[in-house]
């Protein structure tokens, strides 16, 4: 299942792929994630992909098994620290210009499809 | 000129040993032992003005009053810079200089330094609180300790800028501090693996956080035999916090009846955590400490039984030390009672 | 495998009728070198300009550095699998124009990034600010999309660099440097009592913008795999990554890789560099999991005592470079590790996004957080307006005197995953 704050990538897939759009910023998709994760679902891609920093790009794409398991304990670790590196960056408060938006749009899919291998 | 108050114990102010470690703080004008060596290494950019001396017994028996004592006396000079110790490998001293150099910062804001060895036990209570030299394990290595600690207390006093730890020769202090080295870092990476590989010692640049894992038990064998005690850092206590559980640091931990508890509500538990927002926790405890759903598996025959008495305790902000101190008495009567198994909740 | 790299000092770059090198001065022909980036159809234009060690100038947003080398012996050509064919490269002669460089800049994106100041305090913290740059400003033509103008400033910048390079390939170097890697056997036996070493080499490769290529591979495609420290001397690895400037590899990076040239100063002495493994950070957890596994399974291999991995990048790189050193660690290897932190503008936060007990050697390039003041410099090399929204700048980076207050990770090549700077934290 993909996660994605990213409407990019919700409108190329979500007919192909299993997708839960989160009408959010870039935190409210790692915290569904993370959610999900304790539920059983396991992480498939790094919640830091992309070096493109968590307070520049408004924007995050993430994978996650289809099918709930057990509790997977280093997909917890790994989302669990990319939460906290998220909130140690100083947030921005800036408003981006709609081509700089579809930029960012642009890079977190291309990103994703790295994953994707489409 | 830059003023300048040290506090030093009975010992370097050459009073006495142990059987004169009683005596309070009182203050002398100017410098007094080790001040000496200070005053040289200041030369005329700053004087020693008082030299404030105290028993380490004093001090750490009478811990808040001596404190509040030192302070006042601090206080009354009004100094630009306060320096306690070194305190080498003194145990006592060690937390004495930790402790008074902390305070005069963080309750006068005056610039204040002090010193010790890495492994007095003062060192880690305080290297985060206040700038710490690394010394020496001994009183042989006081001019060493004064080269170090005089130029970084000038530079506390007025106001420049800090270096990095390994720049300043303070105690790494968990603020991390850019700074240019001599060998690129690709040189410096070879060297050290030339001496890991040697079997030498090596010095990390940056230390992995303390991993302090336990590894699980095996799994508990009939879950439905077993009886369950329940323990929490979430800071839950009956309505009123009988045993004053500090919201931040906590010094102690309770232990509580919960025998015919069937639910924690808001007109018998609270929480006394200070470090989240507390209205939940407050409404219903069961969310922090799940006494109900304990209670439901016990009737359902799905554990054998819960366990009469729960332990809690503050997580926020408390020393490591004084938790693991916490978890071995704990954990002693617990195994004493014949509990099979520990639910540990935090917040 | 052998290689001699001829060193032809260049102390000045200069623009001038006949394209040459001459007492270590460069002359550009840019008329000439124009028709030849144009010749690419996705371009538009290109302008060209000079940046000197000391000269007021900032340049921004800075894509890629590359270093102008030519092949005088041997097989193959400089960027193979890019710009000469797939031949092996790493053996022969190879002539270096050191102290100039290629520097492309130019907007793929929005946010794009990089900064290289040629004096004042941002100078000191990347090393492009000591050399002769020629920097070219491409603009592509109407309506490319972003994937193909990459491509179109990646490729101009390697044959501006192959045609400098081109220029010193009849002159006679001012001092030539040889490395040599033995075979397996050879070098066990040369070095009987000298402790083996490897260099794990980590590539960035995560989709567009934050790529590495390989003999023209697309490194996320391959396997972790082997190469000759001197195959990458000759632009075997090439950068496509324009993103996280502090920390990125530039092309000039891998050409100049530091931890194999130092491996090398120690090669025979305190030890025996026995190659390079090349890894990959994907973003597919499985692919992490499965390139550690083979860049621990070669170190294996390759029986050695000990390597030193270096990384690419912020974040999930942490991950990768974890892993390579856990597994590695747990074969009986001793391992160092070079990486930069990212512990907050005040420097209390964790520096990395992950971390294990096993990496207890490790060499950081410092706190990318950290907030610089740059001053203003008389002439700008691209665009500036874009630095409040970059990484490591913020709403009101940019004031009014031209001065901007940013975090180090602006600046190009700032803490570098190599080892390339002195810079560092404690």
Redesign the interface.
Known sequence: MVITNNDLVNNKYKDLINIKFIDGNYRDVLVFARDKIHEGYELLTHPLSSSVKPNETPFKSLIISDLKGELNLDSVIVIENSIMTYDKFNKVNIRFNEKVIGDFKLIDLTVLESALNI | MIKVVQYINQFFANVGGEEMAHIPAEIREGHVGPGLAFQQAFKDEAEIVATIVCGDSYFNENLDKAKAEVLAMVKQYNPDLFIAGPAFNAGRYGVACGTIAAAVKEELGIPSITGMYKENPGADMFKNKVYMVSTKNSAAGMRDAVKKMAPLALKLAKGEKIGSSAEEGYMPNGIRVNFFEKERGSKRAVGMLLKKLAGKEFETEFPMPDFDRVDPNPAVKDITKAKIALVTSGGIVPKGNPDHIESSSASKYGEYDIEGVMDLTEETFETAHGGYDPIYANADSDRVLPVDILRDLEKEGKIGSLYRYYYSTVGNGTAVKSAKAFAAEIGKKLKADGVDAVILTST | MKLELGYIYIKDIQFGETSKVENGIIYVNKDELKSIILEDQNLKSVEFDLAKPGESVRITPVKDVIEPRVKVEGPGGIFPGMLSKVETVGSGKTNVLKGAAVVTTGKI???QEGIIDMTGPGA?YTPFSKLNNLVMICEPIDGLK??EHEKALRFAGYKAAAYLGELAKNITPDETETFETLSVTEGMKAYPEL?R?AYVLML???????DTYVYGVDA?RIISTLIYPTEIMDGAIVSG?C??AC??NTTYHHLNN??I???F??HGK??NFVGVIITNE???????ERSSNWSSKLAEFLGV????I?QE?????D?DLIMNCKKIEAKGI???I??D?????????????????S?????????A??VINLPKLDKVIGHINYV????????GSLHEDGSITVE??VITGAT?E?????????
């Open positions: 994106v929005g946010f000191e972003q994937p402790p070493v960035q490769t995560q989709g567009l913008l934050h996320k990554n993103v996280s920390d990125k530091p931890v040239h130092d491996l100063e120690q305190t030890l994907n973003v597919y957890l499985a692919d992490k005592d000990g390597v030193i270096s990048g912020f974040g999930n790189p991950t001793k391992t160092v070079i990486t932190e990212y512990a907050g503008r005040d420097g209390s936060s964790q520096s990395l996004a992950d971390a294990d007990v990496a207890n050697a490790v060499v950081t390039g410092g706190n957080n950290e409040d929204i970059i990484a490591g700048g913020f709403d180090l990770q570098n190599m080892g390339f700077n002195k810079l560092s934290a404690r």
